[in-house]
């Protein structure tokens, strides 16, 4: 079983659109992260969330939104996609705050 | 407020000798520190972790690395290098400050020659 699973692992899109990227965690944690992975390999935080609480990256554009429908699930949904926006996007979760994260397989989002 | 700072985007060793990929952090208050390795094309994947107890923390793979609050290091170590060894290594640290969201450094490439 899969702890963490990214869907799709590949997304190539047109400048424009508007995509989302689904994540779902099955070790019954209540924290959830997105991080963006750039050519550099550098990982930046977007979001940290959980049952309670919301924590956005100030830097990151509001095109880019979490969705999360329940404890499991946190999706990641990018307006009006732009070149820029082209890297890889991990899903993690962790236990409680000062755990470990684990990590998806990530998704590779290449904007055309 | 939280960082972590890896020296040396790129480490070449030949297979057998020591491995060292070098972190240095800062915190405000006792951080709990992360070694993630990350394969081509995969995820990161926990290697070991500080959590306040032991300095020096064994991790998987033959891996440690010893917390030294003095130097504010946090060093990567293993004593063998191994041809699957080779891959991009992050270190990572959470605290209070930081509302305990790991912040990743810039990330150290391992290459391993035969």
């Known amino acids: 079983d899969t702890a963490v699973s990214q869907t799709p692992k590949y997304l190539v899109t047109q400048m424009g659109n508007d995509k989302s990227i689904k994540c779902e965690q099955n070790?019954?944690?209540?924290?959830m992260y997105w991080y963006k992975q750039d050519s550099k390999k550098f990982l930046k935080i977007m979001f940290s969330y959980n049952n309670k609480e919301l924590i956005i990256n100030e830097t990151v554009p509001n095109r880019f939104s979490p969705k999360s429908p329940d404890k499991a699930h946190l999706n990641l949904h990018i307006n009006s996609l732009e070149l820029g926006d082209s890297a890889v996007y991990f899903c993690?979760?962790?236990?409680?705050?000062?755990?470990?994260?684990?990590f998806g397989q990530g998704t590779r989002l290449t904007v055309v | 407020a939280q960082s972590v700072t890896q020296l040396g985007s790129h480490v070449s060793v030949s297979e057998g000798a020591l491995v060292l990929l070098r972190c240095n952090y800062s915190s405000s208050v006792p951080p709990y520190l992360f070694w993630y390795v990350q394969y081509p094309n995969q995820g990161l994947q926990l290697l070991l972790k500080?959590?306040?107890?032991?300095?020096l923390v064994k991790g998987i793979n033959g891996f440690e690395a010893e917390f030294k609050k003095s130097e504010t290091s946090f060093h990567l170590t293993k004593p063998s290098a191994h041809m699957s060894d080779a891959a991009e290594y992050f270190c990572a640290v959470s605290e209070s400050g930081g509302s305990y969201i790991p912040t990743f450094g810039r990330g150290t490439s391992l290459i391993v020659h035969p």
């Open positions: 500080y959590t306040s107890a032991a300095t």
């Open positions: 070790l019954g944690h209540d924290t």
């Open positions: 993690a979760s962790s236990q409680e705050r000062r755990g470990e994260a684990f």
